[in-house]
C-alpha cells in the first residue's frame, strides 16, 4: 500500500514512528514534511496528502499535528478525502472497515510512540467491507461532499 504521511511542526515528534511502522509493515511511504520543527501551518501538509489521495499517487494518508483537531478539518475540505482522528485501536480499524476513512489523523501530542505504531497497524491492516450498508452510507458521504445533502 502506498500511505502519504505529512505533519506540521506540532505533530512532528509523532512522524517518524508513524514512518517506521508503515516500512516495517512493507508499505511504501510518500512523506509530505515537515523535516524537522520549524513552523508550518497544517493546511497546507493536510493539502498536499489529499492531493496525493485524489491524483491516486496514494491509497491512503496519515496526517499528524498537535491533536490531530486541525489537519483532520483541513484534509476533510477535500473531495474524496475521509479523515478522522483517531486515538485509539479500534475507531482506526472500525472507521475503514465501516466508514470508508482513508486517512488518520492523530495528536503527536496527545498520544506516545507506541500508541501511534498500534493505530497505524490498525489502520493499514483495514479493509473497507463491502456490505451494502456501509456502501449506502459512504455513497451518502459523497453526496453530501457534492453539495447534495438530503437528496
Known sequence: MRVAVGSDHAGFVGKPAVVEELIALGHEVLDHGVFDTSSVDFPDIAALVGHSLQTGAADRGILLCGSGVGVCIAANKMMGVRACV??????????????????????????????????????VGADFQQEERFLRRVNKIDQLEKGHAGD
Open 86 to 123: 483517531t486515538h485509539d485501536t479500534y475507531s482506526a480499524h472500525q472507521g475503514v472497515e465501516h466508514d470508508g476513512m482513508n486517512v488518520l489523523c492523530i495528536g503527536g501530542r496527545i498520544v506516545g510512540e507506541a500508541v501511534i505504531h498500534e493505530l497505524v497497524r490498525a489502520f
